[in-house]
DNA sequence: TGCACTTGTTACTCTGAGGTAACACGTATG
DNA sequence: CATACGTGTTACCTCAGAGTAACAAGTGCA
């Protein structure tokens, strides 16, 4: 629910109804609607950081581990777009609090890509193309997502990993 | 006042407020609230577009317009940066309509981008990449507008354009 | 001076939705 | 059978905030 209508598009009716339950029993497991979704954002992106992570984990040498990282991303994103949406979409309104827990996922998957771009650049400056490439990440998901094209993670995440590979390997100071 | 609360955390009484005004004579001006965002939108919006458009038509060979097109784009930024983040900030909450007008934008930007894209492949690849750089230059500037850094656009256009167009040579079906 | 018009303000209505109090129903236990 | 408890529901309270009605005050024109 909140990812297809955002955090204000929603009521705790609607997800009380759409859980088959009843409002007073959301309150039974959360404090507020505000903890509720913060338990879910929290839920939904430690899923995506484990799979990048453990993904580039499993990779040998900086190809490798470009290729599997995006590829897990896309993975990611193609099984359920839900997923996606809630942490990226345009409807993902967000207050001070989801603002740092997107934050936090964002940092976290750039911090798992800053390593492989080439070391002869100043930190700052890597951090901020790593910063740049979950963006293009981003980018190819959301258009393909919320166009509604199923597609396969396989071919995008190749595709997406000759461009970042390539255009890693020309940056300089 | 949205850019930096949100449509939802910015109320018309704070509008008013910050014009000067009282309530009753933003209505007298737009018929609702929503009107009156997507107006913001709308302005705010065309005037990145024209930006980009403006540049990568005076800039002559592919490269030449890559490195324009994200130097119009981080100048935008730069100059304004709650414009960017009234578009593409964490806190911009949108609902259907909203979401629309984004997309808008981010398509326009991408149409800007997709002819500077190897030709040797599909359109639909072509165009999917292209929302990735869209991305891309997002991911870049969401980081440094989020942390109130100041940085120069001049530098930081050179760096993306260069991963951007390295990137592009690779690419292929 | 007096009337019409523009432009603003104060003070109100009303609804959506977060959160809660009180109550009903089924089930283990003495 | 009766009591206590867990688990759910209905029905309510409350309040922020969008939108409006009624009213004040300055300004051009006879």
Redesign the interface.
């Known amino acids: 629910m909140f990812a297809r209508n955002?955090?204000?598009?929603t009521s705790m009716n609607d997800v009380a109804e759409a859980a088959g339950v009843t409002k007073p029993v959301l309150y039974q497991h959360f404090d507020s609607k505000q903890d509720l979704y913060m338990a879910l954002l929290d839920e939904v992106g430690n899923r995506l950081l484990t799979a990048i992570t453990k993904a580039t984990a499993g990779a040998a040498g900086g190809r490798q581990q470009t290729e599997q990282g995006f590829l897990a991303y896309f993975q990611w994103v193609a099984n359920d777009h839900d997923a996606f949406l809630l942490l990226f979409g345009?409807?993902?309104?967000?207050?001070e609090e989801s603002?740092h827990a997107?934050?936090r996922i964002?940092a976290g998957a750039?911090d798992a890509i800053a390593p492989l771009i080439a070391a002869n650049i100043g930190a700052d400056?890597r951090?901020?193309?790593a910063?740049?490439?979950?963006?293009?990440?981003?980018?190819?998901s959301?258009?393909?997502v919320?166009l509604g094209e199923s597609f396969d993670p396989l071919v995008?995440g190749k595709?997406?990993a000759?461009?970042?590979?390539?255009?890693?390997?020309?940056?300089?100071d």
């Open positions: 955002g955090f204000h598009g345009s409807r993902a309104s967000r207050d603002t997107i934050r964002t750039a400056h951090r901020t193309l910063h740049g490439l979950v963006g293009l990440a981003e980018g190819v959301r258009r393909l919320e995008l595709q997406v000759d461009l970042a590979w390539a255009g890693l390997r020309a940056v300089h």
